[in-house]
């Protein structure tokens, strides 16, 4: 996949490139035309949506509070556009990623399959089916995880973290409820304000990003017998 630019405006495409000046042939570009192999983010903003996504600042926060490493196994629950599928397969060494609708299964595949993410492995089933065991991190990005925890909780290392994508304080609430075999249970909701960038109008937009859902994490420490 590559990238076009004229100095302003940034164009992808996959072998020609359309822009609004007309198409790039990245092996012959017109003068106006700069070509260079598109990045991640760059693919990224090309990908297949189906399902909303979860948001680059909570993927942040994600990594923040777990430090996700390049030798975890992880499992989601919940592919949706396989958007967070891909972010995963950069960091860790294997990715599972579960999705019980077919539509939304077929599109994250093809995700996946696009990014040529060998690391991935997608099932078309609920996470509650969940088979894997000695995972680092299970993620459920899901309205009902409380219906999951076992599964999670059996799944997972000592150690390992239990991640939670809930928008509603509700889910929270139930959440905690369900998760008491579980320890230091962290709840994050992040907030990004994007600025301009004119340096005669620097200042905050407008409008930004707030609350679009609370990062859940808890650890799986079990408990000593006696203690």
């Known amino acids: 996949m590559w990238a076009a630019t004229d100095g302003k405006k940034i164009w992808i495409g996959k072998d020609k490139v359309n822009t609004g ?4 042939d990245p092996k012959n570009p017109p003068e106006w035309a ?11 903003t090309k990908i297949k949506r189906g ?18 490493g390049s ?21 860790v060494k294997k990715v599972y990623s579960y999705e019980v609708r077919e539509d939304h299964y077929k599109i994250a595949k093809k995700n996946v399959d696009d990014f040529k993410a060998k690391n991935v492995l997608m099932k078309n089933k609920s996470i509650f089916e969940l088979s894997e065991k000695n ?31 809930l928008p509603t304080v509700n889910q929270v609430r139930q959440w ?18 994007e600025w301009k960038t004119e340096p005669d109008k620097l200042r905050p937009m407008n409008s930004g990003l707030t609350h679009t859902a609370f990062i ?12």
């Open 21 to 24: 000046k007309g198409t790039v």
């Open 34 to 44: 700069r070509v260079f192999p598109a990045s991640f983010l760059d693919k990224l």
């Open 51 to 68: 399902p909303a996504v979860i948001n680059k600042k909570d993927i942040g926060t994600i990594l923040s509070l777990t430090g996700l």
């Open 71 to 91: 030798d975890w196994k992880v499992a989601e629950g919940g592919s949706g556009s396989g958007y967070l599928t891909l972010w995963l397969s950069r960091l």
């Open 135 to 165: 995972l680092d991190m299970v993620l459920y990005d899901l309205p009902n995880p409380w219906e999951g925890v076992d599964a999670a909780y059996s799944a997972l290392k000592t150690g390992g973290y239990f991640v939670c994508y």
């Open 176 to 193: 905690l409820i369900s998760t008491r075999l579980f320890k230091d249970h962290q709840i994050v909701s992040s907030t990004n304000i």
């Open 216 to 227: 859940c994490v808890t650890r799986k420490i079990p408990r000593l017998q006696g203690k």
